[in-house]
């Protein structure tokens, strides 16, 4: 199949055009750099052989996303492109909201113009707020914190609206947890700008000497250990999600939604120790006060990707650790 990537120069969608290259696919990227670096195109040629076609642009440029799906005659869309940091949705909403809503509208527009009507959504379980229960299925209730949170969850409403307007549509919602870890050749992986926010790459910044300590953000939380609990789902685990999500979409319309987790929490202080045996190195910590807006606990209920996706992660804490800390120290 001939399939476009928005965003597919990024963190995720650089792991998934491996899968797809890898899987016979023929893949197109389409990003305009805002979060991604254009060596990575040079990174997944080295991993494949070849480089995926690549266009510089951006999502909301209606006419250049037609033209690419004309041109590359492409069957189906996976949607990375959008902003993903949480504290910046909150200082900047019109932002977010213009390219994750904005720009995903502009897609559909140009994809329907052109009759491809076959799309998979990045969202996230960030639309499922505070715990109702756990682990959060597909039918928790959705009532997302932040505008971030609110934009893949209206995304996701515009998606549904769409398919039940038009019964040809063929639309399937990822809700990704944690995705961490790197592809095990160690030449692509997340690299955020400045002082990561997230857990595992702030840790690897320590393990690494980059930063001094690890500040823990709570321990008193109502867990097994105190700190806090995620469902850390390796990144090619989760690109293969993918593939498994493409050949269900294109056989399935309507809307479908997914959980991608591995359904396991871990603590951040398993987390240390599983960075610990994976880079032989010491990671001093202190415990701070809680971060603003942390839960305490989330993972995924699994099931329903297992069941429909025939798809479940297979990669442990410590293989995520591994590749991690290979990523961070090669590059
Ligand atoms: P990323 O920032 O590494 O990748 C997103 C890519 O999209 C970047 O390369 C960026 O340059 C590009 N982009 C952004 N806006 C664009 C636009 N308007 N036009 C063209 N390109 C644009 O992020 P990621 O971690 O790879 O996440 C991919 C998707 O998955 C995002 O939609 C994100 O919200 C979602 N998601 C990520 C996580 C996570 O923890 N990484 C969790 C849940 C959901
Ligand atoms: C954050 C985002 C979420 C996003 C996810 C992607 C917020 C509020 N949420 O979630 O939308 O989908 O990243 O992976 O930003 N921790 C520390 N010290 C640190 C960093 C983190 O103790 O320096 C703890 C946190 O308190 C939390 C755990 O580690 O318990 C994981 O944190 P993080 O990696 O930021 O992920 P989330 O909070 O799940």
């Known amino acids: 199949m001939n399939i476009l990537l928005t965003g597919g120069l990024g963190y995720i969608g650089s792991h998934v055009a491996v899968v797809l290259t890898e899987a016979g696919h023929q ?21 494949l052989g070849r ?3 690549f266009f510089k642009g951006d999502v909301r440029d209606q006419a250049l996303v037609e033209s690419i799906l004309k041109e590359k005659q492409i069957n189906s869309v996976i949607h990375f492109a959008g902003l993903k940091a949480v504290g910046e949705s909150v200082q900047e909403p019109l932002m977010y909201y213009d390219n ?4 995903t509208i502009s897609l559909l527009k140009a994809m ?15 639309v499922y707020g505070i715990p109702v229960y756990l682990p959060y299925d ?22 549904k609206d769409l398919s039940d307007s038009d019964p040809e549509w063929k639309v399937v919602a990822l809700r990704y947890f944690n995705p961490v870890g790197a592809h095990d050749s160690g030449l692509i992986g997340e690299d955020p700008a400045g002082v ?15 930063l001094e300590k690890l500040k823990i953000f709570g321990d008193d939380y109502d867990t097994p250990n105190g700190t806090g609990v995620r469902d850390y789902i390796h990144v090619m685990d989760l690109a ?22 591995t359904g396991n929490g871990y603590s951040v202080y398993e987390v240390v120790d599983a960075f610990t045996s994976a880079s032989s190195r010491k990671i001093p910590y202190e415990i701070v006060d809680r971060r603003g807006g942390d839960i305490a606990s989330y993972y995924a209920n699994a099931q ?3 069941k429909f996706l025939g798809w479940s992660a297979k990669r442990g804490l410590l293989q995520m650790c591994i590749d991690a800390w290979k990523w961070a120290v090669l590059h």
Not at 100 to 103: R, W
Not at 146 to 154: A, I, R, V
């Open 51 to 53: 480089a995926p076609a």
């Open 138 to 159: 597909e039918e928790h209730p959705t009532r997302p914190q932040s505008p971030y949170g609110k934009s893949k969850l209206q995304v996701e409403e515009i998606l």
């Open 27 to 47: 893949v197109t990227i389409l990003d305009n750099l805002c979060n991604c670096k254009i060596e990575v195109l040079d990174r997944l040629e080295k991993i």
């Open 196 to 210: 990561p926010n997230n857990l595992i790459p702030y840790v690897a910044q320590v393990a690494i000497g980059k």
């Open 112 to 126: 329907k113009n052109c009759e491809i009507k076959t799309i998979v959504f990045s969202s996230s379980a960030s």
């Open 240 to 261: 293969e999600g993918h593939n498994s999500a493409l050949l269900y979409v294109s056989e399935n319309t309507g809307f479908s939604v997914f959980n991608l987790g």
């Open 100 to 103: 994750n809503v904005g720009g």
């Open 304 to 306: 329903k990707a297992k």
